[in-house]
């Protein structure tokens, strides 16, 4: 097996592209080294992006914020301003694993693992970011929701990288959050995440959202029915009641020991309200 780490993105590009074995990128390593050492992955090349400035950096742009795929969660936790405009994206972030495991996990890992429990990938949803990834035709840009297409199926073709998220500007009165179920109080697999991003205007209304859903499809969900639920409602109990029915309708789990369809589908209304509600009262602190 050969280990590179490259500098550049060019230069990270290029050896995936190039590459004629397996070839995997390497961010945190949480996920790739437990699957390598379970054998269910033998890359021939694996490819560190860690030293790569784009996907290490947190910075201002266009009135939102550029956050590198290879950031940690214990990382995006230190940022403030950060950490006051999208709350939901960072506890999310930070729910994943152990805190060992959040000084090394990435929000590119999470996402790009493929899994649909993975945390950060509702939060990211229901913020409306945007991955910016870089390959062997170029840059290009793909709303998160349409990044993941299956259980470990990428819609990323050979060679290409997520270099970063860009998270929008938030408007006055807009917030987030994340929520999962899991049977346990930390250290597992969410039976269902609920990510929520809301903006409300001065008389408390909703005028805008975006709801996300994890651990209850084949991939991690953006709820389209979920904005005209409760857009135009000061998130009152009937808007509530109409934000749990989208929430579940759009549900589509797997039946398994940890949740069966009912219970999954019951819960992901449940959590969803409950993450609207924690969003609305940030909102109104904003
Ligand atoms: C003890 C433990 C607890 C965990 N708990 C949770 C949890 O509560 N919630 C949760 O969601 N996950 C959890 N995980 C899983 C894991 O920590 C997360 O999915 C983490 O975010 C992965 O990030 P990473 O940087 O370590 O990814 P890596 O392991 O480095 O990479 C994961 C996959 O993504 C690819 N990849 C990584 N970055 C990129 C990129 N920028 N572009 C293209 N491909 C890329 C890699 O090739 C690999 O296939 C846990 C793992 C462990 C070991």
Known sequence: ??????????????????????ARVLAGGTDLLVQMRADVVEPDLIVDIKRIPETRAVIREKGGWRVGAAVTGAELKENADLRREWPGVIEAANLIGSTQVQGRATMGGNLCNGSPAADS?????AAGA???????????????????IGPRKLSLTKGEIIVSFLLPPRPKGSSDAYLRFIPRTEMDIAVVGAGVSLTIDGGGAVTAARVALGAV???????PAAAPAIVGSRLDVPAQERLEAAARAACRPIDDKRGTVEFRTQVAGVLTRRAALIALDRAREN
């Open 130 to 148: 945007i991955a910016a990834v870089a390959g062997p035709k170029g840059r290009r840009e793909i709303p998160v929701e349409d990044v993941m």
């Open 1 to 22: 097996m050969r280990y590179e780490a490259p500098d550049t993105l060019d230069g990270a590009v290029a050896l995936l592209a190039g590459a004629s074995g397996e």
């Open 217 to 223: 499809a084949e991939k991690v969900l953006l709820v």
């Open 121 to 125: 990938v509702p939060a990211l949803i």
